[in-house]
């Protein structure tokens, strides 16, 4: 099941005065702009804009895949606690917008986030670039649309009337933070803010004997007029020509073969379209300077999404091809501490079974808030102990999830050896503990579970999820030694790796699975929310 984030924003110049909105859609996976829309609506309160912003993101998330899980990001505190039940809803404009939203998805498949109005920034764009729009008595344009390359560019957001507030706002996870933004999308909205400008000279160029003459300077249009439209016509033609390589970029998962090709395509189609312009020489020459500097500007936007595509190879591992579809990606939860944790006891599946203490509820309060920022996790599967259902149950309820059980996510038995520390294992059972050191079917003493026994059950638990939550993201509430084994077989190192990780109470762990078998470690023991 694919999964989008929905960033929305409306804005009113007055409160109530001119208002407009935006919305993006992109997918939570790759994090690919995949669709962006905004809207003047005339005279309406700041709410009542927020309110048509959630609507028109849902619905285009809705045409892009019904059947789509969607996890809303807003800076409106009013639209997220209202959509997600904790406030009433009393005003009568607003009652029947958000009974519209509701019904876009089925109930559960929507979650909502509330981000500062730093992290939407995008969104807050478009509904300024809408409301731009309807004060000159036009319509937004996507095709117009340098929303992107703004945030992007780290630009102000500009105009006024997009809610604001404070707090804070984490990536997906099951991958890494947020990527940043810069890719052959905004490559894209590059090339149309250029030719937004060549046209705005195009249109205030003077008439007169130098009319057909347009300047020199890089970045100016041809003025308009008979002698020179040919000329325009077909530099517009190459812009827009530019525009679709570098969208065309932007879909390409292995980037620099298609981006090359992208780039020498948009580049002969121009060349061959030059000869168009002959009938005017001066006209010809100007258009030359607009096509070399519109080429300019996609080589550069062709080149910025490869560049962007190489640093997300990097930050998120991974050689699946681009039609392999989202991995099954499993958020790995260490359990937070018990009175045994301290002291390094052996605490297996054959033990007394203990519960959380006080600081491991505060350890599971603090990872479920962080996952709730987050706001990615789509289901949580928790070993059948004490301690792991505890934890899981904590997060489960900030995240409105529930929980299922699955025994193979169970710990290891350490049989004769529950409840002794490492050295009083050393002095009751030397032999066994050497033995069970140096080979991974060594039992411990007593009849307890061998680690090779362990990696079997795993591999087993692995691939039931796996085939159940393809596609999804999931958080998986274990223990130490299942969260090892699992990172072990991921990187398919030796079973001797087992005693080289280290793995602390209520850290975070993220292993990602493909299609094609193949795994993906993005994590390991994560506590930075602990501290």
């Given at each position: 099941?694919?999964?989008?984030?929905?960033?929305?924003?409306?804005?009113?110049?007055?409160?109530?005065?001119?208002?407009?909105?935006?919305?993006?859609?992109?997918?939570?996976?790759?994090?690919?702009?995949?669709?962006?829309?905004?809207?003047?609506?005339?005279?309406?309160?700041?709410?009542?804009?927020?309110?048509?912003?959630?609507?028109?993101?849902?619905?285009?998330a809705?045409?892009?895949?019904?059947?789509?899980?969607?996890?809303?990001?807003?800076?409106?505190?009013?639209?997220?606690?209202?959509?997600?039940?904790?406030?009433?809803?009393?005003?009568?404009?607003?009652?029947?917008?958000?009974?519209?939203?509701?019904?876009?998805?089925?109930?559960?498949?929507?979650?909502?986030?509330?981000?500062?109005?730093?992290?939407?920034?995008?969104?807050?764009?478009?509904?300024?670039?809408?409301?731009?729009?309807?004060?000159?008595?036009?319509?937004?344009?996507?095709?117009?649309?340098?929303a992107?390359?703004?945030?992007?560019?780290?630009g102000?957001?500009?105009?006024?009337?997009?809610?604001?507030?404070?707090?804070?706002?984490?990536?997906?996870?099951?991958?890494?933070?947020?990527?940043?933004?810069?890719?052959?999308?905004?490559?894209?909205?590059?090339v149309?803010?250029?030719?937004?400008?060549?046209?705005?000279?195009?249109?205030?160029?003077?008439?007169?004997?130098?009319?057909?003459?347009?300047?020199?300077e890089?970045?100016?249009?041809?003025p308009?007029?008979?002698?020179?439209g040919?000329?325009?016509?077909?530099?517009?033609?190459?812009?827009?020509?530019?525009?679709?390589?570098?969208?065309?970029?932007?879909?390409?998962?292995?980037?620099?073969?298609?981006?090359?090709?992208?780039?020498?395509?948009?580049?002969?189609?121009?060349?061959?379209?030059?000869?168009?312009?002959?009938?005017?020489?001066?006209?010809?020459?100007d258009?030359?300077?607009?096509?070399?500097?519109?080429?300019?500007?996609?080589?550069?936007?062709?080149?910025?999404?490869?560049?962007?595509?190489?640093?997300?190879?990097?930050?998120?591992?991974?050689?699946?091809?681009?039609?392999?579809?989202a991995?099954?990606?499993?958020?790995?939860?260490?359990?937070?501490?018990?009175?045994?944790?301290?002291?390094?006891r052996?605490?297996?599946?054959?033990?007394?079974?203990?519960?959380?203490?006080d600081?491991?509820?505060?350890?599971?309060?603090?990872?479920?808030?962080?996952?709730?920022?987050?706001?990615?996790?789509?289901?949580?599967?928790?070993?059948?102990?004490?301690?792991?259902?505890?934890?899981?149950?904590?997060?489960?309820?900030?995240?409105?999830?529930d929980?299922?059980?699955?025994?193979?996510?169970?710990?290891?038995?350490?049989?004769?050896?529950?409840?002794?520390?490492?050295?009083?294992?050393?002095?009751?059972?030397?032999?066994?503990?050497?033995?069970w050191?140096?080979?991974?079917?060594?039992?411990?003493?007593?009849?307890?579970?061998?680690?090779?026994?362990?990696?079997?059950?795993?591999?087993?638990?692995?691939?039931?999820?796996?085939?159940?939550?393809?596609?999804?993201?999931?958080?998986?509430?274990t223990?130490?030694?299942?969260?090892?084994?699992?990172?072990?077989?991921?990187?398919?190192?030796?079973?001797e790796?087992?005693?080289?990780?280290?793995?602390?109470?209520?850290?975070?762990?993220?292993?990602?699975?493909?299609?094609?078998?193949?795994?993906?470690?993005?994590?390991?023991?994560?506590?930075?929310?602990?501290?």
């Amino acid at each position: 099941m694919r999964e989008f984030i929905v960033e929305a924003d409306g804005g009113s110049r007055g409160n109530p005065g001119p208002a407009g909105y935006g919305a993006v859609v992109s997918d939570a996976a790759t994090g690919e702009t995949l669709r962006e829309t905004a809207e003047y609506i005339g005279v309406a309160t700041n709410n009542v804009a927020e309110y048509r912003g959630l609507l028109a993101g849902l619905r285009a998330a809705h045409a892009l895949d019904p059947t789509a899980t969607v996890h809303v990001r807003m800076d409106s505190k009013l639209v997220i606690e209202q959509m997600s039940g904790r406030w009433k809803i009393k005003h009568p404009d607003m009652k029947p917008l958000a009974a519209q939203a509701a019904r876009i998805f089925p109930p559960g498949r929507v979650t909502y986030e509330w981000i500062p109005r730093a992290q939407n920034k995008h969104a807050d764009r478009l509904a300024n670039e809408a409301m731009d729009a309807g004060a000159r008595g036009e319509q937004w344009s996507e095709t117009e649309s340098t929303a992107e390359l703004d945030t992007a560019g780290g630009g102000a957001s500009g105009g006024a009337g997009a809610s604001g507030g404070a707090g804070a706002s984490g990536s997906a996870v099951g991958a890494v933070p947020p990527e940043p933004p810069g890719d052959a999308a905004a490559g894209a909205a590059r090339v149309r803010g250029a030719l937004a400008e060549g046209r705005a000279a195009a249109a205030t160029a003077g008439s007169g004997p130098d009319a057909a003459r347009a300047s020199t300077e890089p970045g100016r249009g041809v003025p308009a007029g008979a002698a020179s439209g040919s000329a325009t016509d077909d530099t517009d033609a190459r812009a827009a020509r530019a525009v679709e390589g570098a969208r065309a970029a932007q879909a390409d998962a292995d980037g620099d073969t298609r981006a090359a090709k992208a780039d020498t395509d948009a580049r002969a189609d121009a060349d061959a379209d030059a000869g168009a312009a002959k009938a005017d020489a001066d006209a010809r020459a100007d258009a030359g300077v607009v096509k070399a500097d519109a080429e300019t500007r996609a080589a550069q936007a062709v080149k910025a999404g490869a560049d962007t595509r190489a640093a997300r190879t990097v930050a998120a591992p991974g050689w699946a091809p681009a039609d392999m579809g989202a991995p099954a990606t499993f958020v790995l939860l260490r359990h937070g501490e018990t009175p045994l944790t301290p002291q390094k006891r052996f605490s297996g599946s054959g033990g007394t079974d203990p519960s959380l203490s006080d600081t491991g509820r505060e350890q599971a309060e603090r990872a479920a808030a962080m996952l709730a920022r987050r706001g990615t996790i789509q289901a949580v599967v928790s070993s059948p102990l004490a301690r792991t259902r505890e934890t899981a149950g904590i997060v489960a309820a900030r995240l409105g999830l529930d929980v299922s059980i699955d025994d193979g996510l169970r710990e290891t038995d350490f049989g004769a050896w529950e409840g002794l520390t490492f050295a009083e294992v050393r002095e009751r059972h030397p032999e066994d503990l050497n033995a069970w050191l140096a080979s991974p079917d060594a039992e411990p003493t007593g009849g307890g579970e061998s680690f090779a026994a362990t990696a079997t059950r795993l591999a087993a638990t692995r691939d039931r999820l796996v085939a159940a939550h393809a596609g999804r993201t999931v958080l998986l509430v274990t223990h130490v030694t299942p969260i090892k084994t699992l990172v072990r077989l991921a990187l398919g190192a030796p079973p001797e790796s087992l005693f080289r990780m280290e793995l602390s109470a209520a850290s975070l762990s993220v292993v990602a699975y493909y299609a094609d078998g193949n795994a993906s470690v993005r994590l390991l023991n994560d506590t930075s929310y602990l501290r």
